[in-house]
């Protein structure tokens, strides 16, 4: 399956780490992974994103590779075994080519971030205001000081938790509502959400994926207007 990954501007992913892969210098080349275990984030699969979009969103939280010099690949994952809703593991990989990152503003990031906490937390005040915010009726820091005090008030998530078919939908709101002090109200919605208990299965984890994707080419669709 056509997939996408980020390394740094080496090539690399974790260089200098056991495991380190020089995936910019074997390019048409597959390689796999034969230890066993299907979990993510560590070495016993290979990672990558289901957008390249979203390969940028979430870099802060994965790879954290500087953003000036970082890498994006197009490559052809199998065997596929782990899914998280953020990202995806496979024990086989091929890198086919280089591609260009896309440009995504601090505005489109916010965005992205609101309306993915959105699908896990409905405090009616933060509710209120996102909507204010997406609409651009009212970004004032005010607004968002309110929002984000309403939220920090909530002691538990599991109510939100219900809502989405994955806890870790959030994780794309947590890194991209960092930003700027006006999101912080995603931010802490993004974050209360992920501390409640995760029990999606992978093909839950998968759909939520494909509601990022939606998401962000909404967002990507209205900026080229």
Aim: proline letters at 2%; charged letters at 25%; glycine letters at 6%.
């Amino acid at each position: 399956m056509l997939k996408y990954k980020i390394t740094d501007a080496d090539g690399y992913t974790r260089k200098g780490q056991v495991g380190a892969k020089d995936w910019g210098n074997n390019l048409g080349k597959t390689m796999e992974i034969t230890k066993t275990g299907n979990t993510l984030c560590s070495d016993e699969v290979f990672h990558f994103y289901d957008h390249p979009a979203l390969a940028v969103i979430l870099n802060p939280i994965h790879g954290n590779y500087d953003t000036q010099t970082m890498r994006l690949w197009e490559v052809e994952a199998a065997e596929i075994v782990a899914h998280d809703g953020c990202k995806g593991g496979c024990k086989k990989m091929t890198f086919l080519k280089e591609i260009p990152i896309p440009k995504i503003t601090i505005q489109q990031k916010v965005e992205f971030a609101i309306r993915v906490s959105l699908l896990v937390y409905h405090e009616k005040s933060y509710t209120r205001w996102a909507t204010d915010w997406l609409s651009g009726k009212d970004r004032s820091a005010d607004s968002a000081s309110a929002a984000y005090s309403a939220a920090a008030s909530v002691n538990s998530a599991s109510a939100a938790y219900s809502a989405a078919a994955s806890v870790d939908s959030t994780r794309a709101a947590y890194s991209a509502a960092t930003s700027v002090d006006s999101t912080r109200a995603a931010y802490r919605a993004a974050r209360a959400a992920y501390s409640a208990d995760r029990a999606a299965d992978s093909a839950d984890r998968v759909k939520i994926s494909r509601k990022f994707i939606q998401i962000i080419e909404k967002i990507q669709r209205k900026g080229k207007k």
